[in-house]
Every structure is written in structure tokens, then in C-alpha cells.
């Protein structure tokens, strides 16, 4: 069995580990992260992940804070009127277990956890797009501690945001939204699976056609929103944040391991080998990008051949013996392991053959091999190992043998005869002492010594304990048997081990909150002032709009996501609470904007895809075509931000009488590509309605 000696230094960046599972959980433990990630069935931005019960959790807490590693449970997705007091029953249950940090997207939550639960530590998800330090102010007042930033973000930007008081949670590894983050809703308008509430269709990984003024562009790939995974776990040593996050609730046991392992060690100051590279490669890859935070664009960015796990390329096709493929091998295989031709056909080597049709456990590069397959293969396909079989092997052995251990020091000492053994323990921050059950008699032979007490309370090999410090004092002529001092060796682990894992609650507050609001009838055309908390910050709630107000907003854009019956409910019940009208506005007219983000598949396509500013977008028509035959509509914004919009607007406008009926009196439209006269009849139409 293998023990893990380790004990995070105290200016040490933490290293956060994803866990979906159990088997992750162990994984990532092995591996030496400083903290997990875990989620829920309910409120998860991975709905689709096994996640845990509340039981599991409350399991997982206990288990790892004994061996010191913070449990952080995301609640990171919009919630709506009627799923606010599930969600912050949830927290408030998670909170009485002990747990270290929420991790939490919606303002309303996150409003009111802090004035019924202020002492429950709340990290702002990197799906609430922060990225500046006038936001992290804000959410200050809202008694946020640690932000998880936008991935979009430079190295400049998250120095700019280490300034601010708060502490700071960058991802150095992992998937890569192409999407600003928490600010997507292709999934959602396209597919119906909101993204910011965990169940995204990923249709930025499916196939495009890029159209210039209605006509298809040619171009030999198609996956055009598609990036590579980010990973700047060589740049570490150019990061001074709180927190190293490793993205991946949906990955496998072997990928958490390898990715805490080589994350633990560049932060360690040791340097990675061209093995270790390739064994993550192994575990999950779709190609490498230093991403935003080092200013990656173009074709350093995107993947855009395949939007699947690549691994890596062991040989080629050369030929066919019946059901068989007959690979040249550039690298060894093992039957068990996964492999895949080109970008298509995929499976396990359930029955390896040599070239002479024997069958095989191993066989070793620059030799032939045969594999039957089910589906068509393509002479000359490259074949990929995605599984290796001996890597799963060696993690599942190293997550079942690897025992954390925790430095511990120990004081035992008798006074004299018909005095107990006295048994002090300190892990440094808790202090348990114990008593023998038996009291010591006069020795007939051979008198107690320090020697034989040392050798029993050493005796820790199968826990968590590990004795680095040893004192002993003993009377002279004493003698205790070996079972009192092995029982009191347990005894005392036994109580550090519940002072260690033992929760202390601050008692839940009553909600006391009332906002502070102007009247204001508008109509917003184009663009929101910053008294207006905009749609990007995703309010769905009632406590989402006093949220905003908390923060200084005096007026609150609703989440395009909503549809009438939710705003009804909403601003109902903001009304209920508070007495007073809900100072909302809603869209009522406009291309809804499926995507925003930095990548730019125009620039990427007709040009280099590095250069900014080229302007094409605004001097022709782009569209992005779906096998389905969707198009949407892309331009850029001042920023160079390209952006993606439903061709058909949405139209409200013959609703405004319905909204007034709920004293909404603030309305928004937003044009992209209307005519002047369209923009002229869609605000004449909209004056006609109010008047």
C-alpha cells in the first residue's frame, strides 16, 4: 500500500480536482489535489454527470476533511421562481454538512445565502462571465469570496483582478466554451437544453458551413466553433492565483488523475517529461491551446477537424484480412486498449493478432497487428489509441492503494503507579487528549519504556495518521499490557478524527432586505445604460432582481431565457415580498444573440485568423449554416467580438399591454441588421401599442 505524504504549503495555489464519481473521487485523492468539485442531482451545471445524493455528499465531506482536502459543491445554474427556495433549501442542508465553498451562478441565490446564511462561503461561478474588477466589486457587497473567471479572460485581465480583495480561481485545463462564458443560449433556442442550466447540447461542437453573401465558402474543415482544450499547465509558474481549476466532471477516473498529478507537480516546481505529456494526451485531448489567457486566436485556438477526443496516433492502415484490419504500428498496443481510424469509426481491441493471426496481449511498435472491426475502414486511415488499457489499470491500483496521510504529533505520558496512560494528539490546529482504560500497575519484570510505547503508537500504517513528532514521558517501575496502549492509540485517532470532520453552523438569520428603487418608464433602444443591470447577468428570480439593486442597479434587464409566465411570476412575487413594483425591463424586440465570443470564423477562414479589426463582417453578409440548414446571422461588435443571431427576431411588441398589466413599464429593443425603414415601422408600431 502507498502512502501519500502530503500537506499543502500555506502560500501554495490550491489545486482543484473535478470528481463526478466515486471512482474520480479516489482518483484525484491519489493524485494530491487540495480540493474537489462536485455537484448534486438538482442545480448542477453538468446535469448529465452521475453527480451525487446528498447522502454521498455528506460522505464525501467527512472523508476528505479528515484528511484535509475542501469540498466545494456546485449550484451553478439559473434558477427560476419556482426552484429559488429548493435550491437555497439545498445549500442551507449542504451548509449544516460542513461543506467548504458553494460554487453558484444565479444572483438571487447567492442574495439570499448571504443574508440567511452569512457565514457559508460562496465562490461566484466562472458561468456569471466575470472578468474585471468592477464586477468582482459588486459581488463584494453580496458577500461573494473567491471568483472562478471567465476562461475568455488574458493573463492581464486575472492580474487586474487579483487586486480586488477576493481570492481567485482560474481553469488551467480542460474543455473550452467558445462562448463567453454564461453567455450562451444556442443550446437553449436551438435545442431546448439550456446551457445555464446544465444540460447543453454542445452546438458549438457540431458541423458548419461559413456563407459570404449566400454563397457556401469551400474550406477542408467543418467543425468552425469547435476550440482544443486549454491547457497552461507549463505556465503555471507565470500565475500567482488562488486556485488551480482542472475542468472535467464528465471525464474519466485516469484523466483526473494524470491532470491533478501534473498540475501538483509544474505547481511544485518540477518539470513535466515528454511521457507524462503523452499519458494525458492518452487520458482526454482535442489538441492544445494556451487559450484566452494567452491571447490565442485562429488556428491556435480551434480544433477544427474533429470535436472529439483525439489521443494519439500508434499507426496506419494498410490492408484488410477478412473482418480484420491489418495496422502498421509507429507505437505499441495492448488488447483492451481503445483506438480509432481518422475521425470516424471507434472501438476496443477485444482480440489483438499478430501478423501471422495469433492472438496477442501486446504487441510493440514497428510491427504489424490485425483488429476486427464492425464498421467500413479507409486504407491509409490513421489509427489513434484513445484508451490505454495499462494507463486505467495502473490509475484504478494507485486509487485503491494510495492512502492520504496527515502529519500528526504525539505526547504520552504516566505519572506513576495506579495513574492512566495519557495520550495527546495535534494535527497543529486541533488537540485531542485520552486516557487509558486501565490504570498503570507496578511492574513484577520488565518496566514500561519509551521504546515499546513509541513502536505501538506508530503503528498507523492502515489510517490516516501519520506520527511525525514523538514525545514520551514515563514513571519509573510502570507497566501497562500492549492491548491498553494499542486501544489507546485508537482511542486518540479516533477523537482527532472526530474533531477533524466535526461541522460548527453559525444559526440561520431571517431575511431582511428591502430595496431601494426610483420609477423609470423607458424605452431602451441599442444599448443599456450602467444603471441597468443588462442581460448578461441572467436573473430569473425574484432575488435576482434584489440582488442587482443590492449592487447598486437601479433597473433590471430579465434573462432573454424567460418566457411571459415566468416573468409573471416573478415580478409577482418580487411585488409580494418587497410591496413595490418589480423595476424590470424586458426585451421586447430583437435578433436573439445565440453566442458571443472572441474566435472569429470569418478571420479564421478568409484570412489568418489572428488578425483583428479586418472589418469583413461588416462589409458582407457571414452566415453559419447547421446540418440542419439553421443559419445564423454573425457580426461583430465594436470589440471585435463576433456574434451569432437567430435570423428570425423575436417580437413582443403586441405584448407591452400584457407586461403594463404587471406594471413592467421598461422595454428593450435591439437591432442588428433591420433596414431604417424596418427600424422606423418597428418603433412606430411600438409607440402605437403604448399610446
Keep these: 500500500m502507498d502512502s501519500l505524504f502530503y500537506e499543502r504549503k500555506e502560500n501554495n495555489m490550491e489545486i482543484l480536482a473535478p470528481v463526478g464519481n466515486y471512482a474520480m473521487l479516489d482518483a484525484a485523492l491519489a493524485a494530491g489535489c487540495d480540493a474537489v468539485y462536485l455537484a448534486l442531482k438538482q442545480f448542477g451545471a453538468r446535469a448529465f454527470a452521475n453527480n451525487f445524493t446528498l447522502d454521498e455528499v455528506k460522505d464525501i465531506i467527512s472523508r476528505c476533511h479528515l484528511i484535509g482536502v475542501d469540498v466545494h459543491v456546485t449550484m451553478n445554474t439559473i434558477l427560476y421562481e419556482d426552484e429559488i427556495e429548493a435550491a437555497y433549501a439545498q445549500a442551507k442542508a449542504l451548509y449544516e454538512m460542513g461543506v467548504d465553498a458553494l460554487i453558484v451562478q444565479d444572483l438571487g441565490l447567492i442574495h439570499l445565502l448571504h443574508h440567511r446564511l452569512p457565514d457559508l462561503t460562496i465562490h461566484a461561478s466562472t458561468q456569471m462571465s466575470i472578468h474585471t474588477p468592477a464586477q468582482i466589486e459588486k459581488l463584494k457587497k453580496l458577500g461573494v469570496k473567491r471568483v ?283 488537540k485531542v487528549t485520552c486516557v487509558s482504560d486501565q490504570l498503570a500497575s507496578i511492574a513484577q519484570k520488565h518496566a514500561l519504556n519509551k521504546e515499546t510505547v513509541s513502536k505501538q503508537m506508530h503503528k498507523t500504517k492502515d489510517s490516516w495518521v501519520e506520527i511525525s513528532e514523538f514525545q514520551c514521558t514515563l514513571s519509573k517501575d510502570i507497566f501497562f499490557p500492549m492491548g491498553i496502549i494499542n486501544a489507546l492509540r485508537r482511542k486518540t485517532i479516533a477523537a482527532l478524527e472526530k474533531e477533524r470532520t466535526s461541522v460548527h453552523c453559525m444559526p440561520e438569520k431571517p431575511y431582511e432586505f428591502q430595496p431601494h428603487i426610483g420609477r423609470n418608464h423607458q424605452i431602451y433602444i441599442q444599448d443599456l445604460p450602467e444603471s441597468v443591470a443588462d442581460q448578461t447577468k441572467n436573473v430569473t428570480n425574484s432575488y435576482g432582481i434584489a440582488a442587482c439593486l443590492e449592487m447598486g442597479f437601479e433597473q433590471v434587464a430579465l434573462s432573454i431565457e424567460m418566457t411571459p409566465d415566468q416573468i409573471q411570476e416573478t415580478v409577482l412575487a418580487f411585488h409580494d415580498r418587497y410591496q413595490m413594483d418589480a423595476p424590470v425591463v424586458v426585451d421586447i424586440y430583437g435578433k436573439i444573440r445565440y453566442m458571443i465570443m472572441k474566435h472569429c470564423p470569418i478571420n479564421t477562414i478568409c484570412v489568418d485568423g489572428k488578425r483583428q479589426n479586418c472589418h469583413l463582417c461588416h462589409i458582407h453578409r457571414f452566415e453559419l449554416e447547421g446540418k440542419d440548414g439553421r443559419r445564423l446571422l454573425m457580426e461583430g461588435n465594436p470589440d471585435c467580438f463576433m456574434q451569432l443571431f437567430d435570423e428570425t427576431p423575436r417580437n413582443w411588441v403586441m405584448q407591452i399591454p400584457v407586461f403594463q398589466q404587471w406594471n413592467i413599464n421598461n422595454f428593450f429593443v435591439y437591432f442588428v441588421d433591420e433596414s431604417p425603414k424596418e427600424k422606423d415601422e418597428i418603433i412606430a408600431r411600438i409607440h402605437s401599442v403604448l399610446h
Design 148 to 430: 472562478v473567471l471567465a476562461r475568455e479572460c488574458t493573463k492581464a485581465e486575472i492580474e487586474a483582478c487579483q487586486q480586488c480583495g477576493v481570492e481567485i480561481e482560474v481553469f488551467v485545463h480542460g474543455a473550452l466554451c467558445i462562448s463567453m462564458s454564461g453567455q450562451c443560449y444556442f443550446s437553449s433556442f436551438c435545442f431546448g437544453r439550456s446551457g445555464n442550466r446544465g444540460m447543453c447540447a454542445q452546438p458549438c461542437r457540431m458541423a458548419y458551413t461559413l456563407y459570404k453573401d449566400g454563397q457556401p465558402i469551400p474550406f477542408d474543415q467543418e467543425y468552425l466553433l469547435s476550440p482544443k482544450d486549454v491547457s497552461v499547465i507549463d505556465k503555471i509558474g507565470e500565475l500567482s492565483v488562488d486556485s488551480l481549476k482542472i475542468e472535467g466532471r464528465m471525464k474519466s477516473p485516469v484523466y483526473v488523475y494524470e491532470a491533478c498529478r501534473q498540475v501538483k507537480m509544474v505547481r511544485d516546481g518540477k518539470k513535466r517529461t515528454s511521457q507524462d505529456m503523452e499519458r494525458l494526451k492518452l487520458a482526454f485531448n482535442r489538441g492544445y491551446t494556451l487559450g484566452h489567457m494567452f491571447d490565442k486566436r485562429g488556428r491556435d485556438l480551434m480544433h477544427m477537424d474533429s470535436p472529439n477526443h483525439q489521443g494519439i496516433p500508434i499507426g496506419k492502415v494498410i490492408g484488410f484480412h477478412g473482418k480484420r484490419v491489418k495496422i502498421q504500428l509507429d507505437r505499441s498496443v495492448d488488447q483492451n486498449d481503445g483506438i480509432r481510424f481518422g475521425h470516424e469509426y471507434g472501438c476496443r481491441i477485444n482480440f489483438l493478432y499478430d501478423e501471422k493471426g495469433r492472438l496477442q496481449n501486446h504487441i510493440d511498435g514497428y510491427h504489424i497487428c490485425e483488429v476486427e472491426v464492425k464498421s467500413k475502414v479507409k486504407k491509409g486511415s490513421i489509427v489513434y489509441k484513445t484508451i490505454s488499457y495499462a494507463l486505467e489499470k495502473e490509475v484504478e491500483k494507485e486509487s485503491k492503494e494510495t492512502v492520504r496521510k496527515v502529519n500528526v504529533s504525539c505526547f504520552v505520558y504516566c505519572d506513576g503507579p495506579s495513574q492512566p496512560l495519557i495520550c495527546t494528539m495535534s494535527d497543529g490546529i486541533h
